[in-house]
Each structure stands twice: as structure tokens, then as C-alpha cells.
């Protein structure tokens, strides 16, 4: 009887199963270490850094635009409109066309030599407006329910559970505008100058528009607090919740508003438009805090990616060349918009407010009485009708049908 051969166990398989499962662990060890240096204890770069290095970007956005805008109006062929013939009326007389020149003539303006002026007569106006701003906010929560509703919206992720406000803070300083000062741009908004002999000579502002540039500067403390949870819907819906607490402040802000007119026609009005230079500074100060029991406080990171978010926010609204356009109402003087003089005495705005909401309340309950009264007075009424029309039938000795019988089937009342 021949001896069989015992085949000896393969050693190859085993070691590149155990050498592959030690290199995944030690992978994931990897990135669990470089998450938490790099995510949770690295360190954020100084806020002057930070901001030098956001406005080298906008400048040379900004410049991009410029050159696009440069480019496309020496290429572009430029035809000019033929006027319509349209009959004019021989009563309206017709003003002088109206350029940039004549207006800065006419009012004693030169963009040459003008000095910049301080604007503390509209510090004051602006001041008062957002005080009473303030004051309404602060009034039945109006503020905080519009907060809500738009923060818990449509557009809010599934990753995030309800959002709750827990702090609103709007601030006690106010903005203070200076040295503003009118110079000349052309109908894309760009500036026209005012060197002699360029670019911004008198025959280049003949066809563009005026525009005010302030300085704008604001320190103060604007706070808004969140509370939610970010939720792990995979594999299966709410596997693990994390819940996380925000807070943004804004503590600085700084730049230059430009505000300029867009004249209207007869089909569209007037409108005001508005928008920040490149060169603003805008700081904030964010608080975050993850977790239940274990909690991780003001995490760096977080406050990279918050304050990045923002700042893509602000500049994709109102950033040069960007600009938010808001039309004007009918300026023209109406009856119904007069106040003062005869009428009486106006209130302060607080006190009317308060009695403009119990006048409402009480006209609906006056209302709401006269309805039911309306109701009762119909229902005495047709009561006294058919009373009356049974009296009249009995007069008459008109036989009476139960109520529900058969046809046919009636019942003699003596």
C-alpha cells in the first residue's frame, strides 16, 4: 500500500490577509489622527492674515471685471439708435438735454477740487432709524419669529434638525458715514476719474452718471445664537445625533458705500442703487460648541468654514461688481399723503401703534357683535312670520298636514 501525501497548509494566503488588515487599520488610525490635529486642534490663522488675503481676492476680481468690461466695449460695434419719429406736443416745452457736466454746474460742484464732507446730519437720521428699528424689533418678538420661519424654511438640509434662535442681539453703537464725496462713473459703474486731460474729462461724464462714495465704519456687537442637530440619516434614518450650539457676532465692520441714482422712464421707475468697494473689513467673533456630555468648545475650524460662508454671502449680494437695486416710490406730492396743520395732533409713534392694534381689535369685535345681531334680528323675523302665517291660516280654517304624514293624509284643527 502506497503512503499518500499530506499537502502542507498555504501560509501565503494568511499573511497577505493579515498584513492587509493591519494596513486598513493603521489607515484608519491615520486619518482619525490627522482629523483630529488638523479639524479639531489646528490652529486658525491671525484675523489680519486672513483678511489681507480675502482682499487681494476681491481686488483682483474686481479687476477681472474690469478688464472683461474693457475688452468687450472694444470689440463690441456699437450701433447707433435711430431715433423714433414720434410727434411731440407743441404745449410741453421741452427741457435742454441733461448731462453729468450740467448737473455738477448748476449745482456748484466740482469733482476736482471739491473736499470730501463729514455726514453728521445723517449719522443722526441714520442713528434715530435704526434705534426705532430696534425698539420694533423688540416688540411682540418680531424679529425672532421672522428669524425662525425663514432659518426653519424649504431650504433648510435633512442633515439639520429645527434650528432654534436663543439669543438676538442687535447691537448699541451705530455706523458712522464719512468723508463722502460725488465723482462721475459711466453707465456700467465704473469710474471716469477726475484727472484733466484722461479719461474723466468733461466730454467722458457727459454720458455716465454721478455716484456718492462714504466711508462707512462700525464697531459694536451684533450677536446671533443658534441651537440644532445634525443628523445621520445613513444606513437607516437617525442613526446618530450630534447636537451642535452657534454663535456669530459681528464686531467690526469698515468700507466704502457707493449710491447712485438709476434714472427711470415712463414704464419703470426710479430706483436706488447701492453696493460696498472691495476694500471693506468685516470681523466676526464665533463660538461653537459640539456635543452632549463630552463637548467640544470653539473649535477652529468651524469658525474657518462659518466665517468663509458669510463672507461668500456678502460679497455674492453687495460686493462691487455686484450690486443690490431698490425702486424708489412716487415722490410726487398727493393729498392723502398730507399730514399736520388742520388734522389733529399725530402721536408719537409708539403710542399710535399701540392704539392702532386696539382700535383693530376692537373693530373686529364690533364687527363680530353686529353679525350676531344681524343673525338673531333674522331669526326673530322669520319666526314672526310663520307665526303670523299660521294665525292667518287658522283665521281661515285652512286644514293643517302633520309634520312628516302622508300625502293626502291630513288632520282637521277645531
Known amino acids: 500500500m502506497s503512503s499518500t501525501e499530506v499537502p502542507l497548509p498555504k501560509t501565503e494566503s494568511s499573511l497577505s490577509f493579515t498584513q492587509g488588515l493591519l494596513l486598513g487599520q493603521l489607515s484608519i488610525v491615520i486619518l482619525i489622527g490627522a482629523f483630529i490635529k488638523f479639524f479639531i486642534f489646528g490652529e486658525a490663522p491671525s484675523p ?33 439708435s435711430q431715433p423714433l419719429n414720434r410727434k411731440r406736443s407743441n404745449v410741453l416745452r421741452g427741457p435742454p438735454p441733461l448731462t453729468t457736466t450740467t448737473i455738477l ?146 464686531v467690526r465692520f469698515s468700507g466704502t458705500l457707493s449710491i447712485s441714482f438709476v434714472p427711470g422712464s415712463p414704464l419703470n421707475a426710479t430706483t436706488l442703487a447701492f453696493s460696498f468697494l472691495d476694500d471693506y473689513r468685516l470681523d466676526f467673533s464665533i463660538r461653537s460648541l459640539l456635543g452632549s456630555r463630552s463637548r467640544l468648545q470653539d473649535l477652529p475650524k468651524i469658525a474657518q468654514l462659518v466665517e468663509a460662508r458669510l463672507h461668500t454671502w456678502f460679497d455674492e449680494r453687495c460686493v462691487e461688481p455686484r450690486f443690490q437695486q431698490i425702486e424708489l416710490p412716487n415722490l410726487w406730492p398727493r393729498k392723502k399723503n398730507t399730514r399736520g396743520g388742520d388734522d389733529a395732533p399725530s402721536e408719537p409713534a409708539s403710542i399710535s401703534r399701540a392704539k392702532g392694534k386696539e382700535f383693530e381689535r376692537d373693530l373686529r369685535h364690533e364687527a363680530r357683535r353686529e353679525v ?40 282637521n284643527i277645531t
Open 48 to 80: 489680519d492674515v486672513t483678511a489681507a488675503l480675502r482682499a487681494t481676492e476681491r481686488r483682483s476680481r474686481t479687476l477681472a471685471h474690469k478688464r472683461s468690461l474693457l475688452s468687450l466695449r472694444s470689440t463690441a460695434q456699437r450701433q447707433a
Open 105 to 250: 454746474n448748476k449745482t456748484y460742484y466740482n469733482v476736482d477740487s471739491h473736499q470730501p464732507e463729514s455726514l453728521d446730519w445723517f449719522n443722526v437720521l441714520i442713528a434715530q432709524t435704526i434705534a426705532q428699528f430696534r425698539s420694533d424689533a423688540q416688540h411682540d418678538d418680531a424679529i425672532l419669529t421672522s428669524l425662525t420661519r425663514a432659518l426653519n424654511g424649504s431650504s433648510r438640509p435633512d442633515f439639520l434638525d429645527e434650528i432654534k434662535v436663543t439669543e438676538i442681539s442687535l447691537g448699541e453703537d451705530f455706523p458712522i458715514f464719512s468723508n463722502c464725496r460725488v465723482i462721475p462713473v459711466d453707465e456700467d459703474g465704473l469710474s471716469l476719474g477726475t484727472g484733466r486731460g484722461g479719461e474723466g474729462g468733461s466730454a467722458g461724464r457727459d454720458h455716465g452718471r454721478l455716484q456718492a462714495r462714504m466711508d462707512v465704519d462700525l464697531n459694536d456687537f451684533i450677536t446671533l445664537a443658534l441651537e440644532t442637530k445634525l443628523l445621520l440619516n445613513y444606513p437607516k434614518p437617525l442613526v446618530a445625533v450630534l447636537p451642535v450650539a452657534l454663535a456669530v457676532s459681528v
Open 372 to 411: 350676531e345681531a344681524e343673525a338673531r334680528a333674522k331669526a326673530d323675523e322669520d319666526r314672526v312670520e310663520q307665526e303670523g302665517l299660521r294665525l292667518r291660516r287658522r283665521a281661515r280654517g285652512e286644514e293643517y298636514a302633520m309634520p312628516g304624514s302622508m300625502p293626502g293624509l291630513s288632520m
